[in-house]
């Protein structure tokens, strides 16, 4: 009944419950890449809601070993509905998953300042690939020293756009 359905939360909690009962069933490699595709799938909001990114496919994809099961976990999602693909690019299907499921939320809370530097490295490097790859775009001094202490802890969550930018 309608009752029902609003007692049980409506879309919004449906999707979360799904989103919730998919990762569960997700091995902890494939959490780690899902964690990976939802947190490069939201545009962090300054002083606003966090809000849903569509993204090109080769940010997504990691190291050429892991493509695989980043394809994987991706077709998994989109077989869901959580997430929806185009030929090229992805973006989470429903803006209610980034304020509703709060397994993500906790994510995008976890440590924000470390999203926003990745969210940088990322846009910089698509900025230095659309300007063939001309070296007054790479990272200098204090941005590059914090950048490669950041890779200390997170080598597993650059894309090889990121990785080749970050060696140039």
């Known amino acids: 009944t309608l009752k029902g359905y609003a007692d049980a939360g409506g879309v919004k909690k449906a999707i ?3 989103a919730e009962s998919v990762y569960d069933h997700f091995s902890p490699a ?3 890449i899902a964690r990976g595709i939802f947190l490069r799938l939201t545009e962090l909001g300054e002083g606003v809601q966090d809000t849903r990114r569509r993204v090109k496919m080769d940010e997504l994809s990691q190291a050429k070993e892991k493509q695989e099961s980043v394809t994987k976990v991706l077709k998994t999602l989109t077989d869901a509905r959580l997430v929806t693909t185009e030929q090229d690019s992805a973006e989470v299907a429903h803006e209610a998953l980034i304020r509703e499921w709060g397994t993500l ?3 995008l809370d976890e440590d924000r300042e470390s999203l ?3 969210r940088h490295l ?3 490097a698509q900025e230095w690939e659309r300007r063939g790859k001309e070296a007054s775009e790479l990272y200098r001094g204090a941005r590059l020293k ?3 202490e950041w890779m200390k802890r997170h080598s597993e969550q650059v894309s090889s756009l990121e990785r080749e930018f970050l060696k140039a």
């Open 105 to 107: 939320r906790k994510w």
């Open 116 to 118: 926003r530097l990745h």
């Open 16 to 18: 979360a419950q799904t």
């Open 30 to 32: 494939e959490q780690t």
């Open 122 to 124: 990322t846009e910089s």
């Open 146 to 148: 914090g950048i490669q």
